[in-house]
């Protein structure tokens, strides 16, 4: 039985990066790849923008090959590159969405302007 589980998030480091992904390895049996699909929700133009190789970073394991001992990976919900592992939380809004900023928006240009002023 592995130690690696479907949807458990573990730390690795980068040993290679190519156009579609980066290579991570865990131990001397296990080593998976972070797809391009699974680096952002965001559109990824360059993936040494994300991680460099020798980076240790944070994946949530998608799948495991038990066979061949990858693993496929995402960082994509994970804070990867911190030292702490922190799951990304979702964004919820507010009912009032805009509305705070609308009333506070013209306070705070006044409260500025003032400032200039003085």
Request: net charge positive; hydrophobic share 35%; aromatic share 12%.
């Amino acid at each position: 039985m592995s130690k690696y589980k479907k949807g458990n998030v573990v730390k690795g480091i980068v040993t290679g990066i190519t156009s579609y992904g980066v290579f991570v390895s865990f131990d001397e049996y296990y080593s998976g790849l972070v797809h391009i699909s699974e680096i952002s929700h965001n559109f990824v133009k360059d993936i040494n923008d994300y991680v460099k190789v020798g980076d240790y970073i944070y994946a949530e394991i998608l799948d495991v090959d038990e066979e061949s001992s990858h693993l496929r990976l995402s960082i994509k919900d994970v804070i990867y590159n911190k030292n702490g592992y922190i799951k990304r939380k979702k964004i919820i809004e507010t009912k009032s969405g805009f509305k705070t900023l609308k009333k506070m928006l013209p306070i705070w240009i006044e409260n500025s302007l003032k400032k200039q002023e003085n």
